[in-house]
Each structure stands twice: as structure tokens, then as C-alpha cells.
């Protein structure tokens, strides 16, 4: 079994920054693709960011030059250093990575969510 634990959420003002982290542990044997996600209430789940185990990164529109993806391999953590918050960005965020736990078996896992508050 593989567990995902964010951590880093809170309460900012808007204008503020915060930095999630997200860290895979478990039966692990190398991580795919790893991404963030976010939903507010009364709206669907949406991506954030995403980002290969090759670095390749991908943003939503709606965060580009404001948010930033990494990732550390060796300590199978992601993060997102969050800047210029909004309003609007108040949401639970999600980590989610796709994990090859096996020679031929790769699953999908998701974390429990972390919430993410900005004041106006």
C-alpha cells in the first residue's frame, strides 16, 4: 500500500504565500507522474499543476506565474510554492501520483487534502 500525506495548508491573506508539500511513503518502487489538485466548494476537482518523474511540468491557466511545482525523487516529495494568493484560490488541495508498485503494476493514489484558505 502507498500513502500520500500533504502538508503546509492554512489561512493567508490575500497577496500572501504558502507552500504545500506532498510525501509518497509505502511500497514504492518509483513514482510517475505526480500532480496538484484543488476543489472548492461546490465546484469540481480540478489540476493545479503536474509534473513527470523527467521534470516535465504543465500548469493551469488560472495559476501560471504565480505557483510552482518541484519535486525531490530521492525523498519521493512534491511541493508547490503557492505566491500573489487569491481569493479564489481557497480550495482543499489534493497530491495525487502515479506509482509503479510492482515490475508490471502501477496504481494511482490520491492524499487526503489539505485546506487552503485566503482572506480577502
Known amino acids: 500500500q502507498v500513502q500520500l500525506v500533504e502538508s503546509g495548508g492554512g489561512l493567508v491573506q490575500a497577496g500572501g504565500s504558502l507552500r504545500l508539500s506532498c510525501t509518497a511513503s509505502?511500497?514504492?518502487?518509483?513514482?510517475?507522474?505526480m500532480g496538484w489538485y484543488r476543489q472548492a466548494p461546490g465546484k469540481q476537482r480540478e489540476l493545479v499543476a503536474e509534473?513527470?518523474?523527467?521534470?516535465?511540468?504543465h500548469y493551469a491557466d488560472s495559476v501560471k506565474g504565480r505557483f510552482t511545482i518541484s519535486r525531490d525523487n530521492a525523498k519521493n516529495t512534491m511541493y508547490l510554492q503557492m505566491n500573489s494568493l487569491k481569493p479564489e484560490d481557497t480550495a482543499v488541495y489534493y497530491c495525487?501520483?502515479?506509482?509503479?508498485?510492482?515490475?508490471?503494476?502501477?496504481?494511482?493514489?490520491w492524499g487526503q487534502g489539505t485546506q487552503v484558505t485566503v482572506s480577502s
Open positions: 509505502g511500497r514504492i518502487v518509483s513514482i510517475n507522474d
Open positions: 509534473i513527470s518523474s523527467g521534470g516535465s511540468i
Open positions: 495525487n501520483a502515479d506509482v509503479r508498485i510492482g515490475v508490471k503494476l502501477t496504481s494511482t493514489y
